[in-house]
């Protein structure tokens, strides 16, 4: 049968999620004490959430059960996800934020058994946190990685020697466990590898964490530089000249998650503002009853629809073992704009309050512009669209699976 219908054992863990977020995440945004210097959740409080989050069964649903997460699948985690992420606090409490999240999928997904065991349980287990170091500063590796890539892994024996300088390494300062992605050939298919490093491993250092317009996630956005960091070739995910298979594998799923969790600040940003819309008046009539004001609010409802189909439907052709290329970009670049507009759309509805910092609006504009240029700016995603148009034609890209 086709269907959108939720399963009832995962429709009974949405509401448990949403329970959660509402009763035990959502209070604590009201008190300025919960925030760090990033503008994210401190510490304290942090550690407090997962604790509780962890008893209440809604730990890292992403991960296998045998690894102590709920084992859903990326149809699933678009449920959930969406749910958490009505709080700012939400992902990161239920270890769902990047960019945690897409190094767990990608070490799940990429690593051996005894890779898996010491460099992605402890991520799993909350104990420690990672990132992931691709991007540097031009003319170096941006959105063409394989292009560009200029930091080098330069076999000796059985290690690699690192050379190179990287930037905007999400959660740099806080992470213990690294992937690295280094080039070692010239060759434009595979000369890129993967590989995994200890952030106590000497040879490499965090230059700064790079000022941003937006609220940053745990450990910021830093820049790296590498001077003979010897990582052992045990560390190398799937093998070496691989790297770009491992990029893949990883930003398929985290794209995605990012939609996910997009779609709930969306959905957010729209019941901020409802109630004063629908009390609010002006020159005799309330907001709601102005078809202005409608027109504004039933666009922006669709647009973050739109955006919530074609996640699912990415999310869908991810779980049957497609890799869903397309589909992933589209949810991207629709999602990224369902974001903006929401944000927008709430802010202009509730007037001079919407440019306070009375309400999380001003938050989420500001960490909304991050959307469209994070794991491929919104212009790369279109290229890939039109590549699969071009290449499948009519038939090929509106076939049904
Ligand atoms: C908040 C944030 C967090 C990030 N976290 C990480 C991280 O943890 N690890 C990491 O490795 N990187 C991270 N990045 C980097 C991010 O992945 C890159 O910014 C992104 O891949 C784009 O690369 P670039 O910034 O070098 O832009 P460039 O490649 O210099 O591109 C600049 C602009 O050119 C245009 N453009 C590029 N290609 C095309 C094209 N084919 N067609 C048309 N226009 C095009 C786009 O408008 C693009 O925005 C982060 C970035 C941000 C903003």
Redesign the pocket.
């Known amino acids: 049968m086709i269907s959108l219908d939720l399963p009832a054992p995962l429709e009974e863990l949405r509401q448990r999620v949403a329970t959660f977020v509402e009763q035990e995440i959502l209070p604590l945004e009201d008190d300025p004490a919960n925030f760090d210097r990033g503008e994210n959740i401190a510490e304290r409080p942090l550690s407090h959430l997962r604790a509780r989050a962890k008893e209440a069964g809604l730990w890292c649903p992403q991960m296998p059960v045998a690894r102590g997460g709920l084992g859903q699948s990326v149809a699933g985690m678009a449920v959930l996800y969406e749910e958490m992420a009505r709080s700012r606090f939400g992902p990161v409490a239920f270890n769902c934020a ?2 945690d999240d897409g190094n767990m999928i990608c070490l799940e997904r990429c690593a051996s058994e005894e890779q898996k065991d010491r460099w992605l349980q402890p991520i799993i287990d909350g104990r420690v946190r990672s ?6 500063p ?1 003319p170096g ?4 990685p394989a292009g560009m890539m200029r930091t080098t892994a330069e076999r000796r024996g059985d290690r690699y020697v690192v050379h190179g300088h ?7 300062e806080g992470a213990e466990h690294f992937i690295l ?1 280094a080039r070692t050939s010239d060759d434009r298919r595979r000369g890129l590898t993967a590989m995994l490093f200890h952030r106590d491993q000497p040879g490499w250092e965090i230059l700064r964490r790079i000022p ?1 317009m ?1 609220p940053e ?1 745990h450990g910021g ?1 830093c820049e790296l530089r590498f001077d003979g960091l010897e990582i052992p070739v045990e560390n190398v995910l799937m093998g070496e000249g691989l790297g770009m298979r491992v990029t893949q594998i990883r930003l398929a799923v985290a794209r995605l998650t990012h939609c996910m969790r997009w779609l709930g600040m969306a959905r957010r940003a729209l019941e901020i503002c409802m109630p004063y819309v629908r009390e609010r008046e002006a020159f005799g009539l309330r907001l709601a009853d102005k078809e202005s004001v409608q027109q504004l609010l039933g666009d922006t409802a669709m647009q973050i629809e739109v955006g919530r189909l074609l996640t699912m439907r990415a999310a869908l052709k991810l779980d049957a073992g497609d890799r869903a290329r397309k589909e992933v970009s589209m949810a991207k670049i629709q999602v990224a704009d369902a974001l903006h507009k929401a944000v927008d759309t709430a802010i202009q509805l509730m007037g001079a309050m919407g440019y306070s910092r009375d309400t999380p609006l001003e938050w989420m504009y500001r960490y909304a512009r ?1 959307a ?9 995603h ?2 890939v669209v039109a590549g699969a148009l071009l290449r499948d034609g009519d038939r090929g890209f509106f076939s049904w699976p």
């Not at 990132?131 to 540097?136: D, G, K, L, S």
């Open positions: 990047a960019p990132a992931i170091v691709m991007t540097e031009a590796s941006g959105s063409d990287k930037w905007f390494i999400t959660g740099a992605l941003i937006g996630e956005h991050q469209r240029l994070v794991d491929g700016a919104s212009e790369v279109r290229m």
